[in-house]
């Protein structure tokens, strides 16, 4: 959905929480029954999906950061689309 309207803001659902796990020096996205260690990308794109920003903003946004290199809003925007269908985050209305 975020693919198809990008003006859609995405945003953490309540039952997922991102945190940095000091012990084994690594980030971490915990939903029921699911624990995952995202890439560079994935975790700089959960990070922005604050409720703030558009899905076209923060895909601009983390294009056009130099640590991303080959990096285009649409992998940014596959990123929202792949976490909102796998019920990580969800949208609200523009």
Not at 31 to 40: E, H
């Amino acid at each position: 959905m975020i693919t198809a309207m990008p003006g859609l803001t995405p945003v953490l659902k309540a039952d997922c929480k991102l945190y940095f796990d000091g012990q084994h020096n690594r980030w971490v996205l915990k939903a029921p029954r699911q624990l995952i260690f995202p890439d560079r990308l994935t975790l700089m794109t959960l990070q922005a999906c604050d409720g703030s920003c558009s899905g076209a903003q923060i895909a601009r946004s983390l294009a056009s950061f130099s640590e991303l290199k080959n990096v285009t809003e649409y992998d940014v925007l596959d990123v929202l689309e792949e976490f909102e269908r796998r019920g990580f985050i969800s949208v609200l209305s523009a």
